[in-house]
C-alpha cells in the first residue's frame, strides 16, 4: 500500500541536540511538506519541496533544516537554535503544489519530539 | 491574507448526539477551496471534504454533513447521531486557488470529545 511512513513515533532530545526526523513516501509524489502542530494552534508550516533538489521555508522555518536528495525522502532536522522544539510533527505530500491547493494531501502519522 | 477561525476549542457530547463544528474564514479571493480534515488518536490527517467556493450546495455523507455560507464566510461540519469513534481533532483549511496552493492555511482546530 502507498503511503508516508514518519519515524519515529516518539523522540526524546536532550537540550542543545539536534535531532533528525524522517519521512519517506512511495506515492510517487513531486511535493512533500512538514507541519509543526501545538496545541490550539493547527497546523503551521516549515518547509516544503516541490522537486528533488529543491525546497522552500514555509511560515516557521527558524531553526529547522531540510534535504530532498531523493524524491522518496524528506528529512527534517530540529536544531539547537529551535527555541520551543516540543511538538508533533507531521510530513505530508502531494502530487505537485497546485495538488495540495484542491487538498490532495496525503499525511504521516506524525513524531512526537520532547525535549527534556 | 486569509485565515480561518476555529472558535471552539473542545467540545464533549454524548453518543447518539448530533454535534455542529464551526469554521469562519477570511479571503480577498473570489475563487478558493474549503477543506474539513479529521485528526483521529493515531495521528494523521484524514481528509473528509473540498468545496469550492462556486458550489454553495449543503452535502451530506452518511452521518456528515457540511453546511458552507459565502454570506456569512462559514463553513460548518455536523456530525448526526454522534459515535464514540468519530472523537478526534477535526481541523477546517482554505486555499486560495491564485497562487495554485502556495496558500493554504488550517485552522486552530476543534477537539471533539464522543462519551460512551
Known amino acids: 500500500d502507498g503511503g508516508i511512513t514518519q519515524s519515529p513515533k516518539y523522540l526524546f532530545r536532550k537540550e542543545g541536540q539536534n535531532v533528525t526526523l524522517s519521512c519517506e513516501q512511495n506515492l510517487n509524489h513531486d511535493a512533500m511538506y512538514w507541519y509543526r502542530q501545538d496545541p490550539g494552534q493547527g497546523l503551521r508550516l516549515i518547509y516544503y519541496s516541490q522537486i528533488v533538489n529543491d525546497f522552500q521555508k514555509g511560515d516557521i522555518a527558524e531553526g529547522y533544516s531540510v534535504s530532498r536528495e531523493k524524491k522518496e525522502s524528506f528529512p527534517l532536522t530540529v536544531t539547537s537554535a529551535q527555541k520551543n522544539p516540543t511538538a508533533f510533527y507531521l510530513c505530508a505530500s502531494s502530487i505537485d503544489l497546485a495538488d495540495r491547493g484542491q487538498g490532495g494531501y496525503t499525511f504521516g502519522s506524525g513524531t512526537r519530539l520532547t525535549v527534556v | 491574507a486569509q485565515k480561518v477561525t476555529q472558535a471552539q476549542t473542545e467540545i464533549s457530547v454524548v453518543e447518539k448526539e448530533d454535534v455542529t463544528l464551526d469554521c469562519v474564514y477570511e479571503t480577498r479571493d473570489t475563487t478558493y477551496y474549503l477543506f474539513w480534515y479529521k485528526q483521529p488518536p493515531s495521528g494523521e490527517l484524514v481528509f473528509l471534504i473540498r468545496?469550492?467556493?462556486?458550489?454553495?450546495q449543503n452535502e451530506i455523507s452518511g452521518r456528515y454533513s457540511w453546511n458552507f455560507q459565502k454570506s456569512t464566510s462559514s463553513f460548518n461540519f455536523t456530525i448526526t447521531a454522534s459515535q464514540v469513534v468519530d472523537s478526534a481533532v477535526y481541523f477546517c483549511a482554505l486555499s486560495e486557488a491564485h497562487n495554485y496552493g502556495q496558500n493554504f492555511v488550517f485552522g486552530p482546530g476543534t477537539r471533539l470529545s464522543v462519551l460512551p
Open positions: 468545496r469550492n467556493s462556486f458550489d454553495e
